[in-house]
């Protein structure tokens, strides 16, 4: 395989990983199953990590990753799942700076596979040019249809919804109203 070294590097890395954990923890997950606290939507950035940026342990987080934290028909799954079955009380929607995906919407990119999310986000930033105000906006439109599918279909379970923003350069973590 062309990338033998990157996959010796996963394996070394899932080693490691497997060492660090903490194994009493991951059994009575396993065993016992999740009880995350909250769900989290956010980019698939390698920057924006949640367990890292909320300092979660295993078991914490109900995680759904796609690059520009849009929201669609899988996600929406995923967040029923977690709210209505593992009774997860809240969700954030976290947006970051320096996004990818909301500088390629805003750049008018389109076409391709990524058109799914730029057309998303578009849709959610309307005519805003800046790209602070446009990765809220994204948030924000996400919080909002959210809270609609969920006043719509009661079943999908009643979690609390915000919204926020994390800086990739200074690591702090700004909640919308
Ligand atoms: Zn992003």
């Known amino acids: 395989m062309k990338n033998d070294a990157l996959i010796e590097c996963l394996r070394a890395g899932g080693a490691r990983g497997r060492a660090a954990e903490d194994a009493a923890l991951r059994e009575r997950t396993a065993l016992q199953g999740q009880r995350p606290w909250a769900i989290v939507i956010c980019c698939s950035d ?5 367990e890292r940026i909320f300092d979660a342990k295993l078991g914490e987080l109900f995680v759904i990753r796609v690059a520009g934290n849009v929201l ?88 609390e919804i915000a919204g926020a923003v ?9 909640f919308l109203e």
């Open 72 to 159: 669609d028909r899988h996600q929406l799954g995923s967040v029923e799942y977690a709210a209505a079955h593992l009774h997860c009380p809240l969700v954030l929607v976290l947006g970051h700076t320096g996004c990818g995906a909301v500088g390629a919407a805003l750049a008018g990119e389109s076409g391709g596979f990524i058109g799914y999310i730029t057309d998303e986000i578009r849709e959610a930033i309307g005519e805003e040019r800046d790209p602070l105000r446009a990765c809220e906006k994204n948030v924000l439109h996400a919080v909002e249809r959210l809270k609609a599918e969920f006043a719509a279909h009661p079943e999908a379970g009643g979690a």
């Open 46 to 50: 390698s920057r924006v990590i949640p």
């Open 166 to 174: 994390y800086d990739i350069l200074t690591g702090e973590l700004r």
